[in-house]
């Protein structure tokens, strides 16, 4: 049973260019959290979905970033127009339930944004 | 609030105890997490405990929460080069979708 997988592992992008991060769960896995790891920093919430919803999406910042999960395929978490400031390293996390006790983490994109 | 706090660093030798110590304000955890960090990688979960327990112990882990005092702490026995990381201390809410609130992070390290 693969874990959490995330891609790609490293991303590099020019000031202005988009970035799309993706996120496949575990194998019966529905629901899907991202966060966000600042250097030095601790992780931060950013979106908890569902296949083909959005639940909770209290740590996304307003403008410029965005989260799906659509019934076929990966979690993408997609920025446009990405500024020296989102460089980080975005975790996504699965687990099987909501409010499960374990959720399983991947090993994280690292952009960084020049 | 919500706010997990945790000190930044720590530093043993090798055969020691260590003890990472964690503080939390929101009286409304349902669960509280230890997560390693190691460089360049993902979080492994490695222990986690219900907010109406006092302790758990998984082999070299011993978990201690004082819920009067909103404290949490890690011990691991008997430490390693290889427990070299950062650890983070997270919480999640009573009522809340499962979303993990976490501290800064302690950054062990076990000198030999």
């Known amino acids: 049973n693969a874990g959490v997988m995330q891609n790609p592992r490293h991303l590099v992008r020019r000031r202005g260019q988009e970035a799309r991060l993706r996120c496949s769960p575990m194998?019966?896995?529905?629901?899907v959290y991202w966060y966000r790891q600042l250097p030095e920093e601790g992780l931060k919430f950013m979106v908890y979905l569902q296949k083909e919803n959005i639940i909770d999406e209290s740590g996304m910042p307003k403008e410029r970033f965005s989260a799906e999960f659509p019934k076929e395929g990966p979690s993408i978490l997609r920025i446009q127009q990405v500024v020296r400031g989102d460089s980080a390293a975005y975790f996504c996390a699965s687990s099987p339930q909501d409010g499960g006790v374990e959720a399983f983490f991947g090993q994280g994109t690292r952009l960084t944004v020049v | 609030g919500e706010d997990v706090e945790q000190s930044l660093f720590l530093s043993v030798r090798e055969g020691d105890s260590s003890v990472i110590n964690c503080t939390y304000t929101d009286s409304s955890s349902t669960y509280l997490y230890w997560y390693k960090q190691e460089p360049g990688a993902g979080l492994q979960l490695l222990t986690y405990i219900f907010s109406n327990m006092d302790m758990k112990q998984d082999q070299r882990l011993t978990v201690l929460l004082n819920k009067k005092d909103k404290h949490l702490s890690l011990r691991i026995a008997d430490t390693q080069t290889g427990d070299s990381a950062i650890y983070f201390c997270?919480?999640?809410?009573?009522?809340?979708?499962?979303?993990?609130?976490f501290g800064q992070g302690t950054t062990l390290q076990v000198k030999p």
């Open positions: 194998k019966g896995h529905s629901h």
């Open positions: 997270a919480e999640t809410l009573k009522g809340g979708t499962g979303k993990l609130i």
